[in-house]
């Protein structure tokens, strides 16, 4: 019940276009999605979360959305830039308190 | 302030020494965790300490592992008889309570 399935496992862009990531999670009793980005060697850095209560957050170019109903979520960056370049994880947090991660997404911004 | 530190940041040891990585949460957060993360993978959670309540174990993936938090702050941990399949980096992460999650730099930890 608390696996998280994130999708692509690598994604590939041109600079100024959109990427899209997408995570699925069974857990009904789940309440907190955040986003991690992790460049090479360093640690996971959050970038943004959202709440059970909320549909929809954006910052900047980056959004992420939540379908409780469908139990999925997403982030989204636009023009996307070189410096987006990393691997990004999904989590989500239910009842048990400790954040379950997807296995991540790498992704490469092409210039 | 300061963010999570952790010690060493990288740790090379014989197969079947005993290894402890220690970890210094933020000031002031309540929640201390511990994942794995080997090459190129994701985190695989181990350990995770609330308060003074008892912590949730469900992650040490064998009894050669252990982790302890004292004085609900600084927290160890060890890994006994170590085995090559144990090298990964070892993050620690700390939080208010169910605020996020903050990471320090990692332990590199490789057996040979």
């Known amino acids: 019940g608390e696996n998280v399935e994130q999708h692509p496992s690598t994604l590939s862009v041109q600079e100024g276009d959109s990427a899209v990531i997408k995570c699925t999670y069974s857990?009904?009793?789940?309440?907190?999605f955040p986003w991690y980005k992790q460049e090479l060697g360093k640690r996971p850095q959050l970038i943004i979360d959202?709440?059970?209560?909320?549909g929809e957050k954006k910052d900047q170019r980056i959004a992420v959305t939540l379908n409780k109903t469908a139990k999925h979520f997403s982030l989204h960056i636009t023009e996307t830039q070189p410096e987006d370049s990393a691997v990004y994880f999904c989590a989500h947090q239910g009842g048990s308190e400790k954040l379950v991660f997807g296995k991540g997404t790498k992704l490469t911004v092409n210039p | 302030g300061a963010g999570v530190s952790q010690s060493p940041s990288n740790k090379v040891t014989e197969k079947g020494k005993d290894v402890e990585l220690r970890c210094d949460p933020i000031s002031g957060h309540t929640a201390l965790y511990w994942y794995r993360q080997s090459l190129g993978q994701g985190l695989e959670f181990l350990i995770y300490?609330?308060?003074?309540?008892?912590?949730?174990k469900s992650g040490l993936p064998s009894d050669r592992f252990s982790a302890e938090r004292t004085g609900g702050s600084v927290s160890t941990l060890t890994i006994q008889r170590t085995q090559q399949e144990d090298s990964a980096v070892y993050l620690c992460?700390?939080?208010?309570?169910?605020?996020?999650?903050?990471f320090g730099d990692g332990t590199r930890l490789s057996i040979l």
């Open positions: 992460a700390s939080s208010f309570f169910d605020q996020p999650q903050h």
């Open positions: 300490f609330q308060g003074n309540s008892a912590p949730d």
């Open positions: 857990d009904s009793a789940s309440n907190y």
């Open positions: 959202i709440r059970s209560n909320v």
